[in-house]
């Protein structure tokens, strides 16, 4: 039972505009959302969280969106850079618990 | 501040040998979870430990064990090794405290299975 869902495996993006990635969840008891970038042969990096008690959180040229009622949450990248062309990971885990769980991924191509 | 150290980066093992892999967290992090990643199954949690206690567990089987050690250090044992379990293994580190905090990844240790 895949709990976190990313449904779009790829995205391609022109630089400069906004890329805009997508997961959704299935368990209510998730409180802490997370999203990363991974590189090849690299860990995932984390870029930026938000928690249930928040719709949105901004950091430079991410922001996360959070809609707790349709289980959904987004990443917005602007102005997506090539740079940015890497594998994004969202990642949910239950209050209380660091047993995050990861969606498939996204793959992100900016292109210049 | 050193990141999360993984070691070895790579590893070729044989079917049934076993396996153990080495993760230093970051520098006051107590809390240390692990993840296989192949591909088209994303990252799946292994388990996590804090203060030498395993806290988490995924739904793995049981040739996969882990530990971890008072300067909060990891090691995480397969036993048995089969072709499957030839996938990419993150560790990651966090503060592990009441409230929860990011996950830091080291680089992973490549495990082949032959």
């Known amino acids: 039972d895949q709990q976190v869902k990313q449904n779009s495996p790829s995205l391609s993006v022109q630089e400069g505009r906004i890329s805009i990635l997508n997961c959704d969840y299935t368990n209510s008891m998730f409180d802490y959302f997370l999203w990363y970038k991974k590189y090849p042969a690299e860990g995932p990096t984390f870029l930026i969280s938000?928690?249930?008690?928040?719709d949105k959180n901004e950091d430079g040229r991410f922001t996360v969106f959070l809609n707790k009622s349709a289980k959904h949450l987004s990443l917005h990248i602007v102005p997506s850079q090539p740079g940015d062309s890497a594998v994004y990971f969202c990642?949910?885990?239950?209050?209380?618990?660091?047993?995050?769980?990861f969606g498939t991924g996204t793959r992100l191509k900016v292109l210049a | 501040k050193a990141g999360v150290t993984q070691t070895p980066r790579y590893l070729i093992k044989t079917r049934g040998q076993q396996v153990t892999l080495s993760c230093s967290p970051i520098?006051?992090?107590?809390?240390v979870s692990w993840y296989q990643q192949t591909p088209g199954q994303g990252l799946q949690f292994l388990f996590e430990?804090?203060?030498?206690?395993?806290?988490n567990k995924g739904n793995f089987p049981g040739r996969f064990s882990g530990r971890q050690f008072s300067n909060s250090r990891s090691e995480m044992n397969v036993s048995t090794l089969e072709l499957g379990d030839s996938a990419l293994y993150l560790c990651?580190?966090?503060?592990?405290?009441?409230?929860?905090?990011?996950?830091?990844f080291g680089n992973g240790t490549r495990l082949t299975v032959t």
């Open positions: 430990y804090f203060s030498e206690t395993q806290r």
């Open positions: 990651a580190s966090s503060f592990g405290g009441t409230g929860l905090s990011p996950l830091h």
């Open positions: 520098s006051g992090h107590r809390s």
């Open positions: 938000i928690s249930s008690i928040k």
């Open positions: 990642a949910a885990a239950p209050a209380g618990t660091y047993k995050y769980i």
